[in-house]
């Protein structure tokens, strides 16, 4: 996600990168919004002084919207009525269809938790290991905002007979090799993925349960059709970078719930439920809101004492367990600073 806010003129200007992005987006916009983007449209021609509608043009034209409607299928989609627009452009109501990579510009009045909640996308990409392998060979790349091959190391059994006690040798000593190098580079990584056809990535990650374990924890296993340059094009159409992104957000959540469960289960400093967590906020004692993503709109005015009280805003996902454990205690819980 990119963002610019105008916050004198209650305007951000926003490019969403991936499907996470549009979640985000879905979350902040909200009836009454207006949104400015390119979208196709029919037009209106003229011919021989008669205003005639293209029966088979649309044009793509900057028009902007009062939103009524919000959707999230495969894109997000916006529907309200059109406020400006090139004079071309029939009026009426329109849907302005917004996906990765497309720019909008949304006004409204601006919340802090919302430009918070954008601004948590941004964050740059933490780098990320990735080996890709098969019995023969691996290749081992250093991904960030873009990607480096570092080197490629090939097993010494390569076309032996594997019932050969050298083989089998030559076979072990490669898949130590590969773990080595691993362990070395992985210091400042936030991942480590190991990726590739066949059985290879299996036998790698038996070797890391007896001679790695300190590396389990950042492991993702990955499968591919291809190994090399070609492994990783596969890994990057599949959205790496944005499961990897997905997973982090998920670990901060459930950390965060979990904080949440072990106070609340020794009557600790927590509150859960929209009466004692809304009692808690009139009081100024909330140091930390936990809020599920289902029940933004229904909990939207606690959001606004919270951001009055300056107290720390963290949208849980329902999607995933500690979210729905966040949802069994009402949607909404704090932890005291006190």
């Excluded at 989609?77 to 909008?104: D, Q, S």
């Excluded at 599949?238 to 959540?253: F, H, V």
């Excluded at 930390?288 to 029940?295: E, P, Q, R, T």
Aim: charged residues 35%; glycine residues 6%.
């Amino acid at each position: 996600m990119r963002s610019r806010f105008d916050l004198k003129h209650n305007i951000g200007k926003i490019t969403p990168h991936s499907k996470e992005d549009l979640y985000i987006l879905k979350e902040v916009i909200t009836p009454g919004n207006f949104i400015t983007a390119k979208s196709p449209r029919s037009v209106k021609i003229r011919r021989e002084g008669e205003l005639i509608r293209a029966k088979t043009g649309r044009k793509e034209s900057i028009m902007k919207i009062l939103v009524e409607k919000i959707e999230l299928k495969d894109k997000l989609r916006l529907t309200g009525k059109i406020l400006e627009a090139p004079e071309r452009v029939e009026r009426g109501y329109h849907t302005i269809e917004i996906e990765p990579n497309k720019f909008l510009k949304i006004e409204k009045e601006w919340k802090s938790w919302e430009i918070d909640r954008i601004k948590s996308a941004e964050r740059r990409p933490e780098p990320v290991l990735v080996c890709i392998l098969d019995e023969n060979e691996a290749d081992f790349y250093f991904l960030k905002e873009r990607y480096k091959h570092l080197f490629n190391l090939v097993s010494k059994a390569t076309g032996k007979r594997f019932d050969s006690k050298k083989a089998e040798k030559e076979r072990k000593e490669y898949y130590v090799n590969i773990l080595n190098e691993l362990k070395k580079r992985s210091k400042n990584v936030k991942k480590i993925v190991i990726a590739g056809p066949g059985f290879a990535r299996d036998d790698l990650q038996k070797l890391m349960k007896q001679r790695g374990k300190e590396l389990l924890e950042k492991l993702m296993m990955e499968f591919t059709y291809q190994t090399g340059n070609l492994g990783l094009q596969e890994l990057l159409k599949k959205g790496l970078i944005e499961k990897i992104t997905k997973y982090s957000r998920i670990s901060q959540e459930t950390k965060a719930v979990e904080k949440l469960l072990e106070e609340i289960n020794k009557n600790g400093k927590a509150v859960y439920g929209l009466e004692n967590t809304r009692e808690a906020l009139e009081n100024g004692t909330v140091d930390f809101l936990l809020v599920s993503d289902i029940k933004l709109r229904e909990f939207e005015e606690l959001l606004d004492l919270a951001d009055k009280i300056k107290c720390k805003i963290m949208i849980i996902a329902s999607e995933h367990a500690a979210g729905e454990r966040l949802v069994g205690l009402g949607g909404i819980a704090g932890l005291l600073k006190f």
